[in-house]
C-alpha cells in the first residue's frame, strides 16, 4: 500500500464556472487556471501521482502547453488514472477536503463524490469529499479563492 497527500488553490474570478469534482457549482465566480480550475479534482490528482512517486500535475499537465487550456480536470483524472493503473496501481480509497468560505457546497458533495469514485472505478463508499470554511481566516475566509487536500490509499 501508498499513502499520498496532494494540495491546490485557486484564486477566485469572475467569468468562469465554478468545477469541483466535476460538478458544476452555481455561483458568481468560478476559479482561475489554465484548465477548467477543479481545485478539489487537482488536489487529488496531485495525492495519486504522489502515492505512486509519478510526480505531479504540473509535470503532467503544464500550464504552458495550449493542448490543456480550458481543460476538463476529470478527463485528466482519467489519464492519471490509466497511468498509476499501467504502474501497477489502483485507488483504494480516497479522502478530499474542499475549504471554502463560500459557496455552501453541502447540497453538492454527493454527486462530487459519485463523479470522483465513477472516475476512480471504485464504489461511492470509497470516496470521502467533504467541505469546510476557515471561519473567515486566510485567504480562502476572505474570498480570495477556494483550497483543496486529498488523500489517498493506492494498492500495488
Do not use: W
Amino acid at each position: 500500500m501508498r499513502i499520498g497527500h496532494g494540495y491546490d488553490v485557486h484564486r477566485f474570478a469572475p467569468g468562469r464556472r465554478l468545477v469541483l469534482c466535476g460538478e458544476t457549482v452555481p455561483y458568481e465566480l468560478g476559479l482561475l487556471g489554465h484548465s477548467d480550475a477543479d481545485v478539489a479534482v487537482h488536489a487529488l490528482m496531485d495525492a495519486i501521482l504522489g502515492a505512486a512517486a509519478l510526480g505531479d500535475i504540473g509535470r503532467l499537465f503544464p500550464d504552458s502547453d495550449p493542448q490543456y487550456e480550458g481543460a476538463d480536470s476529470m478527463l485528466l483524472l482519467d489519464k492519471v488514472v490509466e497511468l498509476v493503473s499501467e504502474k501497477g496501481f489502483s485507488v483504494s480509497n480516497a479522502d478530499i477536503t474542499i475549504i471554502a468560505q463560500k459557496p455552501k457546497l453541502a447540497p453538492y458533495i454527493g454527486r462530487m463524490r459519485d463523479n470522483v469514485a465513477k472516475r476512480l472505478g471504485i464504489s461511492a463508499d470509497r470516496v470521502n469529499v467533504k467541505a469546510t470554511t476557515e471561519e473567515g481566516l486566510g485567504f480562502t475566509g476572505s474570498l480570495e479563492g477556494i483550497s483543496a487536500h486529498a488523500v489517498v490509499l493506492l494498492n500495488e
